[in-house]
């Protein structure tokens, strides 16, 4: 790896001069290190937008006195948070050395994949928290590294982990509105169910209901019965986004029976929440749900004490 630079500039020697004397500034640094810090260097160009040590130990196999030793070079900058980053045009060079060598490149680009789907994972339920804030904005700094993991698998064509990333990232790219860029990542990952949401909030309902329809089949057969709730969930918000409210209600009560059956309170407050709200669309005759006194996700309550608001009945005049 320590000739790599030196087979790269030979290959381009139509380059700007400018360009040279900052490769010839990099080289310099680049001889100074050991073999040990150039090789964690150029595992530590896989990162987007910076690390934190933890993930700088686990991909580039830089311990903290490596990291240290290569902000002394100024070739990491670290800042008051404890955050390291390369400039962009050391990454670059360094990503340069890290190509010549394509059996390293392959393991820190599996590490760098693995540590931010585990972290995407980890994340997924605490989304749905009390710790939402904090981790909306753990997943915000990281997300030009969860971009270029999720890349790297599609490109590797490797659907499990692809799929996998794609559906721990979905409740982020919806709070967040990434909306568009989530729709085109999860169809390259194989259209997970969750793909419909990204539609629907695109306003492209008929796509979204053919996708919702086959992933209803897909988790019936796999007698996957929380997923099923979830499409059923969606396919009764994509029907009422298309003004058909009574089939709304109707997918909206099925997804709201298998959540009572398998426990899954933060499904069933957001079943409940909708189906209040298709009710009250539908306006008179329409048979209210039983929204009150309903457990929230966190084993709170939706519904309000006595003497609290309530849904206002129809045919009720406001007092």
């Given at each position: 790896?320590?000739?790599?630079?030196?087979?790269?500039?030979?290959?381009?020697?139509?380059?700007?001069?400018?360009?040279?004397?900052?490769?010839a500034?990099?080289?310099?640094?680049?001889?100074?290190?050991?073999?040990?810090?150039?090789?964690?260097?150029?595992?530590?160009?896989?990162?987007r937008?910076?690390?934190?040590?933890p993930?700088g130990?686990?991909?580039?196999?830089?311990?903290?006195?490596?990291?240290?030793?290569?902000?002394?070079?100024?070739?990491?900058?670290?800042?008051?948070?404890?955050?390291?980053?390369?400039?962009?045009?050391?990454?670059?060079?360094?990503?340069?050395a890290?190509?010549?060598?394509?059996?390293?490149?392959?393991?820190?680009?599996?590490?760098?994949?693995?540590?931010?789907?585990?972290?995407a994972?980890?994340?997924?339920?605490?989304l749905l928290?009390?710790?939402?804030?904090?981790?909306?904005?753990?997943?915000?700094?990281?997300?030009?590294?969860?971009?270029?993991?999720l890349a790297?698998?599609?490109e590797?064509?490797?659907a499990?982990?692809?799929?996998?990333?794609?559906?721990?990232?979905?409740?982020?790219?919806?709070v967040?509105?990434?909306?568009?860029?989530?729709?085109?990542?999860?169809?390259?990952?194989?259209?997970?169910?969750?793909?419909?949401?990204?539609?629907?909030?695109?306003?492209?309902y008929?796509?979204?209901?053919?996708?919702?329809?086959?992933?209803?089949?897909?988790?019936?057969?796999?007698?996957?019965?929380t997923?099923?709730a979830?499409?059923?969930?969606?396919?009764?918000l994509?029907?009422?986004g298309?003004?058909?409210?009574?089939?709304?209600?109707?997918?909206?009560?099925r997804?709201?029976?298998?959540?009572?059956?398998?426990?899954?309170?933060?499904?069933?407050?957001t079943?409940?929440?909708?189906?209040?709200?298709?009710?009250?669309?539908?306006?008179?005759?329409?048979?209210?749900?039983?929204?009150r006194?309903?457990?929230?996700p966190?084993?709170?309550?939706r519904?309000?004490?006595?003497?609290?608001?309530?849904?206002?009945?129809p045919?009720?005049?406001?007092g």
């Amino acid at each position: 790896m320590s000739k790599s630079l030196d087979l790269a500039e030979g290959a381009a020697p139509d380059r700007p001069e400018r360009h040279h004397s900052l490769r010839a500034a990099f080289t310099s640094s680049w001889g100074l290190l050991t073999p040990g810090e150039q090789r964690a260097l150029a595992r530590l160009s896989v990162f987007r937008g910076g690390f934190e040590r933890p993930a700088g130990s686990q991909v580039g196999g830089a311990p903290l006195r490596t990291l240290l030793g290569l902000a002394d070079h100024s070739l990491l900058r670290r800042d008051r948070e404890g955050r390291f980053a390369l400039h962009e045009v050391v990454r670059q060079y360094a990503a340069e050395a890290l190509g010549m060598d394509p059996a390293e490149f392959g393991a820190a680009s599996r590490a760098h994949a693995a540590h931010f789907l585990a972290l995407a994972e980890e994340a997924a339920p605490e989304l749905l928290g009390p710790e939402q804030a904090r981790w909306l904005e753990r997943l915000s700094t990281e997300h030009d590294n969860l971009r270029a993991a999720l890349a790297w698998l599609l490109e590797r064509r490797d659907a499990g982990a692809a799929l996998r990333l794609a559906a721990a990232l979905h409740w982020f790219w919806y709070v967040r509105g990434h909306h568009r860029e989530g729709l085109a990542l999860l169809e390259a990952a194989l259209a997970l169910p969750r793909v419909s949401g990204a539609a629907r909030e695109l306003g492209e309902y008929p796509a979204a209901r053919a996708r919702l329809d086959e992933a209803l089949l897909l988790s019936q057969g796999a007698g996957a019965r929380t997923q099923e709730a979830k499409v059923l969930h969606a396919l009764g918000l994509n029907s009422r986004g298309l003004g058909g409210l009574e089939e709304a209600q109707a997918f909206l009560t099925r997804a709201e029976a298998i959540q009572r059956e398998v426990g899954d309170r933060w499904g069933l407050s957001t079943s409940l929440n909708d189906l209040g709200i298709t009710w009250l669309l539908r306006g008179e005759g329409a048979r209210p749900p039983s929204l009150r006194g309903e457990p929230g996700p966190q084993g709170g309550h939706r519904g309000p004490a006595r003497g609290g608001l309530r849904p206002r009945q129809p045919g009720e005049r406001l007092g």
